[in-house]
């Protein structure tokens, strides 16, 4: 049974970084492609970030040249390195497996001027 646990969210101020990590288990993670996902309030649930597994990468506009997703094979974990922090970005923030059909219970991130 896959779980997926997300932390590192917080409140922080315009311009401030944070760094998510998001611990995987019950599935082979290194042969999962591995996505960050948004969800502004009041609105849908999309993908920002995904790191496949040969290590490559690609971003949704809104993030790219601020954010970076990372992945530690060895530990199971995910990451995502949020710099330069703009209100837009808050909101909840999920990591999901490409191909699996399970959310967590995400982190809150909190942008204020």
């Known amino acids: 049974q896959v779980q997926l646990v997300e932390s590192g969210g917080g409140s922080v101020q315009a311009g401030g970084s944070l760094r998510l990590s998001c611990q995987v288990s019950?599935?082979?993670?290194?042969?999962?492609?591995m996505g960050w996902f948004h969800q502004a309030p009041g609105k849908e649930r999309e993908e920002i970030a995904v790191?496949?597994?040969?290590?490559?990468?690609q971003y949704a506009e809104s993030v790219k040249g601020r954010f970076t997703i990372s992945r530690d094979n060895a530990k199971n974990t995910l990451f995502l390195e949020m710099n330069n922090l703009q209100l837009p970005d808050t909101g909840m923030y999920y990591c999901?497996?490409?191909?699996?059909?399970?959310w967590g219970q995400g982190t809150q991130v909190t942008v204020y001027s």
């Open positions: 019950g599935i082979t993670f290194r042969e999962y492609a």
């Open positions: 999901r497996p490409w191909g699996v059909n399970y």
């Open positions: 790191v496949y597994t040969d290590g490559g990468t």
